[in-house]
T-cell receptor, first 113, second 111 residues
Framework: ELKVEQNPLFLSMQEGKNYTIYCNYS?????LYWYRQDPGKSLESLFV?????AVKQEGRLMASLDTKARLSTLHITAAVHDLSATYFC?????????????FGAGTRLAVHP | NAGVTQTPKFQVLKTGQSMTLQCAQD?????MYWYRQDPGMGLRLIYY???????DKGEVPNGYNVSRLNKREFSLRLESAAPSQTSVYFC??????????FGSGTRLTVV
C-alpha cells in the first residue's frame, strides 16, 4: 500500500528565512506532485516531478525528487508572507492496476515578520 | 472555462438524510476520483473510476457509493449521512501522464 509522509506538519517561519519540507513515500513511483492550498480554496498545482533527479523552481519555491530514496523536498528561499498556505505532496502510484494519487497530510506554513 | 465542476458548493444535512454530490469534467479525461479532506489528514481517496463503466474503492469507501454515469460525470452518494462524514469533498480527473485537475470542492456538514 502506498503511503506518503510529510514533515513537518506545521511550520512557523520568519520572513527572509529558508526552510525545507520533506515528503517520503513507501513504494516505487516516478511521478510526484506538489500542491498549494489556501484556506477554503481548492488545490493549486505547483510542481510535477517526473523523473529521478528532477528539479523545478518557481519564484521562491524549488522542488526536487530522488526516486531511489523515495524522497521529495520543497525548499523555500527567503520566505515572504504571501507563501503562507498549506502545502501537500502527492504521489501517483500504481495500485490494483490503476493509477491513484495519494496525498501526504500537508504542511501548514505560516510566515510572519 | 474548462475543468472540473462540482455541485453543490455547500450543503447541510441532518443525520440519516441522503444526498448526491455531482461532478463533471469537460477535458475528456478517462479517470475520475472522489476525495475527502479533513483537518490534519490531507486528502483521502474515497472512490475512483479508471474509465467509463468502472469504479473501485479507495482508502475510505465506507458509507459512500459512486456512479460513473458517462465519461464526463462521476457522482458520489451518501445514503444515510452521519456526522463523521462532515468534510470537504473534492472531485478530480486525470489522463495518464497529464496530471490531475481538481474541482472547487463541496463543504458538507452533517448535524
Amino acid at each position: 500500500e502506498l503511503k506518503v509522509e510529510q514533515n513537518p506538519l506545521f511550520l512557523s517561519m520568519q520572513e527572509g528565512k529558508n526552510y525545507t519540507i520533506y515528503c517520503n513515500y513507501s513504494t516505487t513511483s516516478d511521478r510526484l506532485y506538489w500542491y498549494r492550498q489556501d484556506p477554503g480554496k481548492s488545490l493549486e498545482s505547483l510542481f510535477v516531478l517526473l523523473s529521478n533527479g528532477a528539479v523545478k523552481q518557481e519564484g521562491r519555491l524549488m522542488a526536487s525528487l530522488d526516486t531511489k530514496a523515495r524522497l521529495s523536498t520543497l525548499h523555500i528561499t527567503a520566505a515572504v508572507h504571501d507563501l503562507s498556505a498549506t502545502y501537500f505532496c502527492a504521489v501517483d502510484g500504481l495500485s490494483g492496476g490503476y493509477n491513484k494519487l495519494i496525498f501526504g497530510a500537508g504542511t501548514r506554513l505560516a510566515v510572519h515578520p | 472555462n474548462a475543468g472540473v465542476t462540482q455541485t453543490p458548493k455547500f450543503q447541510v444535512l441532518k443525520t440519516g438524510q441522503s444526498m448526491t454530490l455531482q461532478c463533471a469534467q469537460d477535458m475528456n479525461h478517462n479517470s475520475m476520483y472522489w476525495y475527502r479532506q479533513d483537518p490534519g489528514m490531507g486528502l483521502r481517496l474515497i472512490y475512483y473510476s479508471a474509465s467509463e463503466g468502472t469504479t473501485d474503492k479507495g482508502e475510505v469507501p465506507n458509507g459512500y457509493n459512486v456512479s460513473r454515469l458517462n465519461k464526463r460525470e462521476f457522482s458520489l452518494r451518501l445514503e444515510s449521512a452521519a456526522p463523521s462524514q462532515t468534510s470537504v469533498y473534492f472531485c478530480a480527473s486525470s489522463d495518464t501522464g497529464l496530471g490531475y485537475t481538481f474541482g472547487s470542492g463541496t463543504r458538507l456538514t452533517v448535524v
